[in-house]
């Protein structure tokens, strides 16, 4: 069994940083895809960040230059580091891997959120 856990999310002031972390845990054989969604009140989830499995990386026009996602390979984890948070950046947030456990080949799996509070 996978399951991915999200943690880091906390309350922030306007310009300062926070860095999430998105963890599988269970029988991994591999990692592909990994992604950071978020959802604020009202709204539809969006996507933030991705990479791949080769390593490249893509952003929403609203968070380039201020994001970054990146792999911790030895423990399985993507993180999420996010500088100068904007109010806007406040929602709770996903992350999404593509994993292959055993026998099952390379599916979706989601992790349970992690909210993000931005004070002005």
């Known amino acids: 069994q996978v399951q991915l856990v999200e943690s880091g999310g906390d309350l922030v002031q306007a310009g300062g940083s926070l860095r999430l972390s998105c963890a599988a845990h269970?029988?991994?054989?591999?990692?592909?895809?990994v992604d950071w969604y978020r959802q604020a009140p009202g709204k539809q989830r969006e996507l933030v960040a991705a990479?791949?499995?080769?390593?490249?990386?893509n952003y929403a026009d609203s968070v380039k230059g201020r994001f970054t996602i990146f792999r911790v390979n030895t423990n399985n984890t993507v993180d999420l580091q996010m500088n100068s948070l904007k109010p806007e950046d406040a929602a709770v947030y996903y992350c999404?891997?593509?994993?292959?456990?055993?026998?099952?080949?390379?599916?979706?799996?989601w992790g349970q959120g992690t909210q993000v509070t931005v004070s002005s």
């Open positions: 999404k891997a593509e994993i292959w456990s055993t026998g099952l080949g390379y599916r979706d799996y």
């Open positions: 269970g029988t991994i054989l591999g990692i592909a895809d």
């Open positions: 990479i791949t499995r080769g390593g490249s990386t």
